[in-house]
């Protein structure tokens, strides 16, 4: 039993590195894959997901005095935790379980770019 819990740990952890490591070498592609439906390859919060009947609209990066408001810790959190957690709109879903925290920080730092 003992040896079967550390082979299958030591294999999604393998996995999980390589898979890490391989996306992390291009944000970018994390973040139009994961974000850009929504938030919109250029960050203006037009992606192609969003419709009329979006209740809130996705977060527009590119406009500097709302995102200057937002600290690091602030922006990192509502992509692990999603928009509940500041009690905004949960149409912005929880990342955690799905990027390591090397794309989170790396998406911050893809984000603060947009803006002018
Ligand atoms: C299904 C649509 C959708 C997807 C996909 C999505 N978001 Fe969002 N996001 C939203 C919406 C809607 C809001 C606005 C929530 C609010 O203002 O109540 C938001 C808000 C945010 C905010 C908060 C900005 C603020 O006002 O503090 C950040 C940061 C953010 N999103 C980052 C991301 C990142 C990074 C990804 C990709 C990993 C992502 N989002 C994917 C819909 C989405």
Known sequence: MSRFVITTTLAAGLALGAVGSAQAEDIKQV???Y??????VN???KGVNVTADFATDPRNFT???EMAKRTDEDIKGV????GPSISKSPLMPPWGATL??????GLLGYIRKFAK
């Open 31 to 33: 973040y139009d894959f």
């Open 35 to 40: 974000c850009a439906q929504c938030h919109g």
């Open 43 to 45: 960050g203006d919060g």
């Open 63 to 65: 406009v500097g005095a």
């Open 79 to 82: 992509i692990k935790d999603g």
């Open 100 to 105: 390591s925290a090397a794309q989170v920080d």
